[in-house]
T-cell receptor, first 109, second 114 residues
Framework: RKEVEQDPGPFNVPEGATVAFNCTYS??????FFWYRQDCRKEPKLLMS???SGNEDGRFTAQLNRASQYISLLIRDSKLSDSATYLC??????????FGTGTLLAVQP | SAVISQKPSRDICQRGTSLTIQCQVD?????MFWYRQQPGQSLTLIAT?????????ESGFVIDKFPISRPNLTFSTLTVSNMSPEDSSIYLC???????????FGSGTRLTVV
């Protein structure tokens, strides 16, 4: 079983749609959780950290369920510019980052 | 968050040669991380570089193939040695800001081995 698992997609959604990505992780001792965004041929960039109480940043909402070892990202009112690969990232031992394989989002006009 | 300057941004190399990738950070950091992203794959950690000590390598990566230097708290290099086409990949360095600020990545080095 992979340490971090994501649905690879692609998710093809129209502009304005709401889309949700899910991620599960295997290490119950993981302490920090992130969603990163990676545009084609670019480096990953932090989208948001994920806190136990859940957190929101504009159109983006992240949720963490420690009991189920599950993280989600909700994007409301999708924009064309949201098209990218979204990486679920979890810290393992010694703050090592464990990356999911990413979920590809394509927002269509 | 830290700003990382990584170079070269890309290179095409002959098999059997070596390439050294550099990362310069605009602030002092304790740990720097080196990743590989193979085509169509996510990122895989190669090693963690601490200043003043040997790098810690992940399973499947060895120092002879990927020697790392960390001469001070703002700089690190990764060398890809005796390259083969299987080493064609994007190599990225990263520094950590912790759970609040996440981790920052260099812009990556796109390596093609022919």
């Amino acid at each position: 079983r992979k340490e971090v698992e994501q649905d690879p997609g692609p998710f093809n959604v129209p502009e304005g749609a709401t889309v949700a990505f899910n991620c599960t992780y295997s290490n119950s001792a993981s302490q920090s959780f992130f969603w990163y965004r990676q545009d084609c041929r670019k480096e990953p960039k932090l989208l948001m950290s994920v806190y136990s109480s859940g957190n929101e940043d504009g159109r983006f909402t992240a949720q963490l369920n420690r009991a189920s070892q599950y993280i989600s990202l909700l994007i409301r009112d999708s924009k064309l510019s949201d098209s990218a690969t979204y990486l679920c990232v979890v810290t393992g031992a010694t703050n090592k980052l464990i990356f999911g394989t990413g979920t590809l989002l394509a927002v269509q006009p | 968050s830290a700003v990382i300057s990584q170079k070269p941004s890309r290179d095409i190399c002959q098999r059997g040669t070596s390439l050294t990738i550099q990362c310069q950070v605009d602030s002092q950091v304790t740990m720097m991380f080196w990743y590989r992203q193979q085509p169509g794959q996510s990122l895989t950690l190669i090693a963690t570089a601490n200043q003043g000590s040997e790098a810690t390598y992940e399973s499947g990566f060895v120092i002879d193939k990927f020697p790392i230097s960390r001469p001070n708290l703002t700089f690190s290099t990764l060398t890809v040695s005796n390259m083969s086409p299987e080493d064609s990949s994007i190599y990225l360095c990263s520094v950590g800001g912790g759970p609040l600020y996440g981790y920052t990545f260099g812009s990556g080095t796109r390596l093609t081995v022919v």
